[in-house]
């Protein structure tokens, strides 16, 4: 378990841009600019470790049960390839804010040939098209932290998935430990930021990855809100000393 000293951090609003406009706006933008490097920037950043996390993730999921998912916030869809890898796939839909992301993403579907099963399209987590009790799972992998309203997204995915149906959500986390923390702090707030802006074309976007962590209620506190909306057996695990964390939870 993580230490009570977390326990009560609320959810604060960190927005990419210092200037008008919600946070949902300016992370459409944020994302729409910075597409064309994402991929690369990804593997750099994390050391390649980024795609181990994501086979863990896709793990949480069962083979014969899960068929129907959406993966929200599915930026180039690498959630979606993991899961042709592992799942026996009926159909997926990846949404994403950001047309920019959903284009990159596209290609990468047609060029592993999956147009049949997979549709990605440009939407909006907190106002989502699908019908109720739709979806046999739904995922998100470093998402959660850019929805303009975090609760409201999170009810939405649980609207759209059928009861007994699974969430799995990887996202980043704050490690705890000394000195592991210390060390991610001068990676994450210094030298990820200085190699983002010298490779992207938004220098504000890897300060914003670093302040959202930093305001993200991770571990127990967002386990409670998942817990708040409606999702049982809700559980989280730590991957790399706490770097990011998956959160299952089931209808």
């Known amino acids: 378990m993580i ?10 609003i960190v927005k990419p841009y210092e200037k008008e ?20 920037l990804n593997r750099f950043l994390s050391l390649g470790i980024d795609r181990t996390w994501r086979v863990k993730a896709i793990s949480k999921l069962n083979k014969g049960e899960h068929k129907v998912i959406l993966d929200v916030a599915t930026g180039t869809a690498d ?23 959903i284009n990159y993403g596209q290609k990468k579907i047609d060029k592993a040939e999956l147009k049949d099963i997979v ?16 979806f046999d799972a739904a995922t998100v992998a470093f998402g959660v932290r850019n929805f303009g309203n975090l ?28 000195p592991f923390k210390q060390l991610f702090n001068i990676y994450f707030k210094y030298i990820l930021p200085f190699i983002g802006r010298k490779t992207s074309k938004d220098k504000k976007a890897y300060n914003y990855l670093y302040e959202s962590v930093q305001a993200f209620p991770d571990y127990d506190n967002f386990a409670n809100i998942l817990e708040r909306i409606g999702f049982r057996s809700v559980e989280w695990k730590p991957l790399s000393l706490g770097i990011c964390t998956i959160y299952t939870g089931v209808k």
């Open 21 to 40: 406009g919600s946070k949902k706006e300016q992370v459409t933008t944020m994302f729409d600019k910075i597409a064309p490097k994402y991929d690369l």
């Open 79 to 101: 959630m979606i390839l993991e899961m042709h890898k592992q799942l026996d796939l009926k159909q997926v839909i990846g949404m994403d804010i950001s047309s920019e992301m």
């Open 119 to 134: 549709t990605l399209e440009v939407g909006d987590s907190e106002a989502m098209r699908y019908s109720n009790d739709f």
């Open 151 to 178: 609760e409201k997204g999170l009810q939405e995915m649980h609207r759209v998935i059928k009861p007994g149906g699974k969430i799995v959500i990887l996202e980043f986390s704050r490690p705890i430990y000394f």
């Open 3 to 12: 230490p009570n000293k977390l326990a009560d951090l609320e959810e604060k």
